[in-house]
């Protein structure tokens, strides 16, 4: 087919993807474009385009600060935990969602687990606050006098935000991962059950030797599909419930919040687009790595 | 799933221990608390008195009901008035707007017969594996579009996400019979009318979902405020609420009362923490009682399998 007769026949098509392509282009493409700026001193006397360029002295200095390590640690130490919680704790609740024998309960409980998914992190931040803040906090004023230990300053506590964070995700995010693990637990063939229980198994037995195994291939795929993203952090997260407290930053900044912080409130163009094209190269890596697992598990679930 | 909660409990001989199920039953309980006091907190702060919170701190059983902090944020109704505004209309500019943008694009690309559908699959797919990162995006939106403090900023960046183009192209393939569309060609229907008459009225339970996901995404963004808003203006509902939470300050230096009592030479403070609280509680508000009316579609939409790619 030529392209004219092409055009002719498919013309309304291009007609109705226009908006979507000006998006991309826009939103997506020339920003591919602008990571050029990472090589460049941009100054706005030359602007943009006619900015010099200094090649890789951007990525020079931003490696040489002990910051491109700790956000890298962060980043990675914090999505890896989060992986490791979002698999457990979802499968087990959905587990035991599935076997409670009152239903309407059961419904009740998905229900308001599956609720914080939908609060902003800012509504996070601020019940959070209502329990950490020193002077008023709920765990402070109360808890902490009720177990006999001294009120904490909890935003300058660096020893705790490696436990509360993943706590924090988990809760927000375990509903989510719930309800498609036990969509997966329901669609499981009842005879499966019925032969494990003939052949006199166990309740335990049967999550152990039924359920787990076939609930193993959604387990991959969800997981393997964050492991992708693992360069990547949850900007809300660490940046709206530490309430951006200076004395947390070696266990909150992550690669999001200091490419925000040094653009947004340094103005460093080149070190915080340097920072940023670093995540998106290594993220490009990781996303196809974990994509061509997903692949050889199952290859609908494959993003490609 | 709403019919059937359970295969392997719905067998009476194949149930679970009755002690099992009592300790399973008050596990959930215990935790479902635990996921409601937070909420139920800040409730409780925001009909407290200012001065038992600053003596006694934050507390479940306030010592009196007060409805002060509200009646101070009612007297400032203006403010409050324009951030729902603001929110209303992102939400519902960008919730219309970005289905119908998506659904255009994911239907040619639905569409076996058409020659360049791979290329346009690539080209929206590709995004999600690779992105400029924030600074040339945010040069893009502010120097390129000139949308600073503009509210459009709040709407255009969500606009299209490209698993949910993908989600719906997947829909439309494996749910709209390809017959029906050859008929109605043969029948002299345009490709537009095909769309909005056969397409879209089958593929329903997708766009619902979507648009339920791209709602709660637009009601609760804080992010595009905070990287493009700079005046008091177009302040949304959840950057005034961070607004509140980063500077306490924030509300009482821009309050008609505040500035009233000011004039007066009134040594009336302003009431800070129950404030903030019930700020709050404007901002939570509107979710959690919407929540029992949306969130079995949720469920539905994640379970039928439509949000997977």
Known sequence: M???TNMRRYWIFYVMMAPGVLFLIFNNYIPMLGTVIAFKNVNYADGIINSPWVWFDNFKYLFKTSD?????????????????????VPVAFAIM??????????????????????????????????????????VNTSIMKWLGLEPLQWYFETKIWPFLLPIINTWKNVGYYTVLYLAAIIGIDDEYYEAATIDGASKWQQIKSVTIPLLMPTIIVLTLLQIGRVFYADFGLFFQVPRESGPLFPVTNVIDTYVYRTFIAMGDIGLSSAAGLYQSLVG????????????RVDKDSALF | MQTEMSKSGSNPFNA???????????????YTIACLLPILLIVMVSLSNEQDVLTKGYSFIPNQIDFTAYKFLFTDWQQILRSYGVTIFVTIAGTILSLIIMALYAYPISRTDFPHRKFFTFFIFFTMLFNGGLVPWYLVYVNMLNLRDNIWALVLPLLVSAFFVLVIRTFFQSTIPVAILEAAKIDGASEMLIFFRIVTPLSLPV??????FSTVNYWNDWFLSLVFITDDKTLSIQYLMYKMLLNIQFLASNSNAASAIAAAGGQVSFPNETVRMAMAIMGIGPIVFAY????????????????KG
């Not at chain 1, 687990?113 to 996070?124: C, G, K, N, Q, T």
């Open chain 2, 292 to 307: 029992p009316f949306f969130q079995k579609y949720f469920v539905k939409g994640l379970t039928v399998g439509a949000v």
């Open chain 2, 207 to 212: 766009l619902a979902t979507v648009a339920l």
């Open chain 1, 68 to 88: 491109a390590w700790i956000i890298t640690r962060n980043t990675l130490l914090y999505n890896i935990s989060f992986i490791i919680l979002n698999m457990i």
């Open chain 1, 2 to 4: 030529t392209l004219a």
């Open chain 2, 16 to 30: 679970i221990s009755p002690t099992a199920n009592t300790i399973i039953n008050i596990g959930f309980m215990l």
């Open chain 1, 284 to 295: 490009f890596i990781l996303v196809f790595l974990s994509n061509w697992f997903v692949r």
């Open chain 1, 97 to 138: 969602l599935n076997e409670m024998k009152n239903k309407l309960m059961a419904k009740f409980h998905q229900a308001v687990i599956f609720l914080a998914y939908f609060l902003s992190m800012v509504v996070v931040s601020y019940l959070v606050y209502g329990f950490l803040h020193d002077t008023h906090g709920f």
